[in-house]
């Protein structure tokens, strides 16, 4: 029947989109189909619904009007736990496909489904309703909402849940749909007040010493694993309702905005750490059964500090995560689940700067706290130790097959996970060695421009990594990346976030620090740099911070150790060219010695260009700022006047004799012969005598 749901016999004219509609309805109500034809008939009935929706808005009359409570019923019985994924899934498209076509009509239509199936109340109608409510909590929140909050519906959980004889899979339903809800606020608060307690006697129940005292008070019961005639709870139901309850700890019910204390008095509760621990064992015991559940679970209470430094110090676990992300499907809950925790563990405390330090201060002040609560494992030194762990784990290997694969969502936690692991110095060479900067680079190129905070992210992480590392054995090997390849997503960063609440200037240097360490291999990667960045790069020479200052002149003194670069950007004899050399050597007379050092290099390279000792020697203050680097107490200081001054005493030429001039006249003479004096290594004592031979030598 569904082979004819989109064309008509041959010689008839074709089917109405309402025919077609009915025909599909038809197929699926029969029932006794294979999956296959169950699949493809709700496909072209999602189809169906979905162009509904686009001719709906060309007044087209909707298919939805000959769809009955009946259809919808038949529809979201699919969605059904017992149905097979594959059926599960196609249902979940058309039922959503369904709704957005609709609207208001498709709503009370679901919530007469509900409520019908809720008030019969057999064992099979519990299962399909809880199924159903699970599964469209994303899709229409408010509407679940409004149906799970309805009048009397959470208090009679608690009754089914412990009845005498347990259904398993009308618990794993309930369970299923309270995680779902857990996710809406007021849901939460909902089953804080109705079903906390219960979900505590599942979790804390012994399922053996359960089945013990039954086969003791009725020992001809014939108790089967699986059957319905148990009482006790098995451990997947025990596991689920672990998951619900750590997300009512993790995100606890907040108290009545009128100050007033909640209505019922709190019984005691099982801890976050309990239940961590309960999922951790679950994991490694039993991972055939409850591996989804106790991912989940840890993922959420893996955000207390806590939780993360049990969890990061049993090595067992560790391992056993990580085997566990390794073999998990790509895009899977699973995997994401997984990959949330590694996330947990490593992440780091925001960086605050002094004003937000300030700011924090003064709230707790106004709060009557007195003082910013601290939280000491959440310090760096913990979660550096947490993130060795980690790594030590073996993640670098398994983080990289899975980016290759990995939805957004599932590269944006392994990026963060990377960017974590980056800020341990120590970790940045074995990060390069096992794949990391490969891993960032393509994750840079392959993520959106709609994602520009992750991107800033794999940025800095590759920036921090780059840093500390050789580049020619980042950049070798046998599958080599060119260097080239990593300037683009560290030149996107070398400017502040403009989207930012605060500045932060701590990107703009660790992306100019690795610059620099590219910089200083060959004459491609300076140009490719200079083409990339340079006005970017140049901006920052005149930053308000000296640390961001230094790092940009050391990134030029780099850049023009490539000639034709130098003399292009310094030596041409443009206004530019002039204006930018006169900040160069202004950096000479740096209040920061690191900044004065940088200048002092990059000028010992360009004035091996005649353009530029001429341009020196014009500038009125020239001559004076570069014998001042002869006059330092620091001998590498020395080391680069002396050099500088070489030579432009050494030029050809009206340059050379303009310098000379100007040199002597600013007192050079007596600079250098007090420099050689002063000086001890060989090296600079040389060179300081060959600059003042050439200052002596008459024009």
Known sequence: MAAVADSAPSGLPPLSREDQTLLLFAGLMEGGQEDEETVSDLGKLTKLLTEDIELAKASEPSITKII????????????????????????????????KAAGEDGNRKLADFFYDRV???????????????????????????????????LASLGPLMRRKWKSRKVETACLDMLNAACMNAHCRE????????????????????????????EPDVNVREGS?????????????????????RVQPVQTPSDGSAPSRIQPATTSIEDLSKMFTKMLLENPEHSTQSSIEGLAYASLQSKVKEDLSRNKTFLEGLVKTLETATPKSPLTYGALSILCNLTQHQPVQSEEEKRMNQLKAYANAAGKLPTDPLSDHDHVNERCKRVFAAGVTPVLVTHSKNGSIASLTLIISIIYSLSMTPSLRGQLAQQGAVRLLIAAWTA???????????????????????????????????PQSAAIRPLASIILPDPSAETRDLLPTFETLMALTNLASTDDDTRSSIVRTAWTDIEDQLLSSNSRVTTAAVEL??????????????????????QNRLRVLVALADAEDIATRSAAGGALASLTGHEAVVRAIAAQERGAGLVLGLCGEDNEDLRHRGAFVVYNMVAAEGEAGRLAREKLRAAGGVAV????AKKSRRSEVVEITVQALKGLLEQT
């Open 672 to 675: 250098l012969t007090e420099c």
């Open 447 to 481: 993520l959106p421009e709609a994602e520009p905070r992750t991107r800033r992210v794999a940025a800095q992480a590759l920036a921090r990594i780059l840093i500390s590392t050789n580049p020619s054995l980042v950049f070798g090997g046998t599958r080599p990346i």
């Open 119 to 153: 008030r019969r109340g057999t064992y099979d109608d519990y299962i399909v309703a809880f199924c159903v409510a699970a599964t469209i909590f994303p899709i229409v929140p408010d509407l679940t909402s409004e149906l799970f909050l309805s009048g009397g519906f």
């Open 556 to 577: 030029i003194c780099n850049i023009v150790q490539n000639s034709a670069e130098a003399f292009a950007l310094f030596g041409d004899g443009k206004q530019q060219a």
């Open 228 to 248: 319905i005639s148990m009482r006790r709870h098995s451990l997947q139901v025990q596991n689920l309702a672990a998951v619900v309850l750590a997300k009512l």
């Open 68 to 99: 009955d409570g009946d259809c919808v019923d038949t529809i979201v019985c699919y969605l059904d736990m017992r149905q097979p994924d594959i059926v599960r899934a196609h249902a979940t498209l058309c039922t959503s496909a369904y709704l």
């Open 190 to 217: 909902g089953v804080q007040k109705y079903c906390v307690e219960w979900l505590e006697e599942i979790v804390d129940q012994d399922p053996e010493d359960a089945v013990q005292a039954m086969r003791a008070s």
